[in-house]
């Protein structure tokens, strides 16, 4: 197997990750989960980047001056969380205060030095602290840093260790020529190429009189300058200064993912840097674009910035990651506003790919008790999902990450026409017709399949879910791309489920999912067709004035539904309420001691003998009602159209009474 590695950028830990942050490691976790589809062996490294003096000094304004790594130990549970929360896939994350990475950083100063390729000089000149870069006279604007016009530049003047950068000119332009995709997008390896015919100068490596950092080898006085030190880290992470044999096996990098502001450091100092210490170049670097909101430099300060784990718990992690991936074109910048977000929420996912799902779910179900047989060749339907699966690698080969999800997308929409056009809902009415809606059914069912392989790198948790539903006989890590080929053999077990992407409330639901029996009322919102006739609405009504309701309203935080202890329970005993047209007194199993009885108002849909073995859900932290001289302990989950019998929440029979849903 091919191995593949790929790295983000570090990040300084002075302040917690925006979406800014966040969008980089999404997309980079996003090439990473492609290339694992793709059948690769991936090494994904993500990072913290601790020696920085802003760390330092945020270290001390918070109380850590005597043990700045502990502060540092505390911001990498920041971060971590955050990229969980967001399901990045890294398989080792780095600081670069452990000792792995001062062996590393060490060995390569000392194999600079060695060869010949660092000097001791002085370094006279503008600092801007907030960059932790020297600044060119030519580069400052009125004399200002220009990312930091408030701050004043600080004159240094001190000791340095200086790299031998300019040696490295012309092995690089070379470099450039023969290697083509080095630096990509090509708008990104232009601006180099025009640094590199300016001439490179000397730059400093080394920092005197700190203490903040890893020690220089041949001058323990000084440390090294935190971004010799951060470009380390990729080599670090593979076993440089600490493991030869697993450094040849991963070294080079085949990609890193970076942001467009530090493409210099990656494409000229850092494979200087490699090439004087005896390694390769990395293979290929990606300069992405910047993430704004509302058109502004996202910033916490500034009211522009968006906590990115705060946006997941809200939508789910697979909406954000969806929206940063589908909607910025990959290597230029991109907007976020909430107001385009749920605009795009709704037609994306709530209309278009989760009504898709829910009606070929819920027409399997209906029609054919849940049982797809395979049918016919696919027809249309095969030859597009065919010709988008050829352009979404063609995409995903080459970083267009958007139009690897437009390629998708189109399976999604062929496949909500070819519904709308076959309308089996009409079909079903004559048994005449029997083979042809088997053959419906079973494509539409089969388009929704390669769709969500296509787009699990994507939306992996989401992605998984609606293939359990779907019955797709491989999910999870397991697939691979040819999973994505259309397979017209194989019959499917289809699960019901609720909405995978409930609307926002600007649009009333289908069908509200409540809680059935009790007290509890079941909210349905009014409707004229069934769930599966429901056509989704077209993307073109994306580029109509977003008319969006605000985000306050009656939707409830993660930790109100957390409250909500839903439960798998498998029904033992049901038995009709002789006084009651609509409750059933169900035993039923919860993986406790004892089964509880519950009272359910579902005998309107269910006779009690067609009850019994059923794994159904229930809330299981209800306080215990007393009922019709009964006490019901929990309640069930139903959901029902106006006028319709109530249906139960189904789990699949697989899972063990007592597990927890959510
Ligand atoms: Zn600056």
Known sequence: MSRYYLTTAIDYVNSRPHLGTAYEKVTADVIARYKRLAGFDVHFLMGNDEHSQNVYKRAVEQGFHNNPVAYCDRMEEEFTSVWKALHCSYDDFIRTTQPRHKAAVQKMAQACYDAGDIYEGVYEGWYCVSCEAFKPEKDLV????????????????????????????????????????????????????????????????????????????????????????????????????????????????????????????????????????????????FGHGWLHYGGQRMSKSLGTSVDPAEAAAK???????????????????????????????????????????????????????????????????????????????????????????????????????????????????????????????????????????????????????????????????????DHAQWQSAGERATVQGPPMWPRSPIEPAAATWGFAGGTSTVKIEPKEKSVEEQAPVPSAAAAAPAVVAPAADARIGIEDFLKVELRVAKVREATAMPKSKKLLRLLVDVGEAEPRTILAGIAEGYQPEQLVGKTIVIVANLKPRPMMGTESNGMVLAASGPGQPPILVAADDSLPPGTRVG
């Open 315 to 481: 939508f789910g992690p697979d909406a954000i990651r969806l929206y940063l991936t589908k909607e910025i074109t990959y290597g230029s910048d991109g907007d976020f506003t909430w107001e385009r977000f749920e605009e795009r929420y709704n037609v994306d996912l709530a209309n278009n790919f989760g009504n898709l799902v829910s009606r070929v779910v819920s027409m399997a179900d209906k029609y054919r008790g849940g049982r797809l047989a395979p049918a016919g060749d696919g027809g249309r339907l095969a030859g597009i999902a065919a010709a988008s699966l050829a352009r979404y690698r063609a995409a995903m080969d080459t970083f267009a990450l958007h139009d690897g999800v437009a390629a998708a997308y189109q399976i999604v929409d062929a496949a909500n026409v070819f519904i709308a056009d076959s309308a089996p809902w009409k079909l079903a009415k004559d048994p005449g017709n029997a083979a042809r809606l088997d053959a419906v059914l079973f494509e539409a069912a089969e388009a929704v399949r390669v769709a969500a392989v296509l787009l699990r790198p994507v939306m992996p948790s989401s992605c998984d879910e609606i293939l359990r539903r779907i019955g797709a006989p491989v999910t999870g890590a397991a697939l691979r791309l």
């Open 142 to 285: 009125d004399g200002k840093c220009p990312l930091h016009p408030t701050l004043t530049p600080e004159w240094i003047r001190e000791k340095n260790y200086f790299f031998r950068l300019s040696k490295y000119r012309d092995r690089l332009l070379k470099h450039f020529e023969a290697n083509p995709g080095f630096l990509e997008p090509e708008m990104r390896r232009n601006e180099i190429l025009r640094l590199l015919d300016a001439g490179l100068e000397d730059i400093s490596m080394s920092r005197a009189g700190q203490s903040w950092g890893v020690p220089l080898p041949f001058e323990p006085d000084s440390v090294v300058y935190v971004w010799f030190d951060a470009l380390i880290n990729y080599a670090t992470a593979v076993g440089y200064g600490t493991d030869e044999a697993r450094l040849a096996q991963w070294w080079p990098a085949d990609l890193h993912v970076i942001g467009k502001d530090i493409t210099r450091f990656h494409t000229v100092v850092w494979p200087a840097m490699l090439w004087s210490a005896g390694l390769e170049a990395p293979r290929q670097v």
